[in-house]
């Protein structure tokens, strides 16, 4: 089952979505605005039955972020052993994850443009899986971490790169342009440590592989991101975990190469699906 965010004729709807199109499910639900309502009532198995039977709605309508109203969007930075050896810096990987937020309005949906701002032309892609949190906790342990999941979707955790370097101690104003990422397609419900555990990811530009690897490699696998995230902040139904990207940035090529408009990315994970954005100049 796979659960969308999407609008058509002016109003945003939330439903389901199959090879023959979307089923809006939001109009029989009004007591839940939108999926992150649904997830925070544990109602994605009562969407999943009212979805039976029925006819598709839409045929023609463009995806938004599937939750499109989050409390937390935390990215989890240099999770993988390739990733921090990018740095050429000398040093192990560190005892603990680099985290960062991001904001709800800097990421599209599936099928939409990334935007490259005029500010600077070093718009980056970064595959990833993102999780979204089902059920609130506080100092979770990683032995129940999974619990907490509701759903998984994809993101492409675009990246102003010269704007990550403007200060000392943070990246986040290079990670928060408007539309500089994207995320979707959908959510697809968690329900079997299979979907995690060991998990092939792939991002391609134009249809070229530039970034490969599985979860399973992960320095900080993702129960112990939901345990060391809840320990200092309170996970709540909606929150999304960004849990991290493998090598291949554009940055890591001598020279680098960034996106530019008419670039088409695809950010692939199996069991989830494949998100795919192209660029445009703001």
Not at 85 to 100: H, I, T, V
Not at 117 to 140: F, M, N, Q, T, W
Request: glycine share 10%; hydrophobic share 35%.
């Amino acid at each position: 089952m796979r659960f969308a965010t999407i609008r058509a004729s002016g109003a945003q709807l939330y439903g389901t979505v199959s090879e023959a199109g979307f089923t809006a499910l939001s109009p029989e639900f009004p007591q839940w605005r939108t999926l992150r309502d649904v997830i925070a009532a544990g109602g994605l198995a009562e969407l999943a039955l009212a979805s039976a039977g029925r006819d598709v709605t839409h045929t023609e309508f463009s995806y938004d972020i599937p939750v499109p109203d989050p409390e937390k969007i935390i990215c989890v930075g240099v999770n993988f052993p390739d990733r921090n050896a990018e740095y050429k810096d000398g040093q192990d990987a560190p005892p603990n994850m680099s985290l960062f937020p991001r904001f709800a309005r800097s990421f599209t949906g599936h099928g939409q443009p990334l935007t490259r701002p005029p500010e600077s032309h070093k718009l980056d892609y970064e595959g990833e899986i993102a999780v979204v949190i089902g059920k609130a906790g506080r100092r979770i342990p990683q032995a129940q971490a999974y619990d907490h999941i509701a759903a998984l979707t994809l993101c492409n955790e675009g990246t102003i790169r010269d704007w990550v370097r403007h200060a000392k101690f943070n990246v986040t104003q290079g990670k928060n342009w408007d539309g500089s990422g994207a995320m979707g397609p959908w959510l697809v419900p968690f329900e079997d440590p299979a979907q995690l555990d060991d998990v092939r990811l792939t991002t391609r530009v134009n249809g070229e592989t530039r970034q490969e690897d599985r979860t399973g490699r992960m320095l900080f696998p993702i129960r112990r991101q939901i345990a060391y995230i809840s320990t200092f902040t309170t996970l709540v139904p909606g929150d999304i975990i960004v849990t991290g990207t493998p090598t291949g940035a554009g940055a890591r090529f001598d020279p680098p190469i960034f996106l530019k408009p008419g670039d088409e990315v695809e950010v692939e994970a199996q069991g989830i699906g494949i998100l795919k954005n192209g660029v445009v100049d703001e």
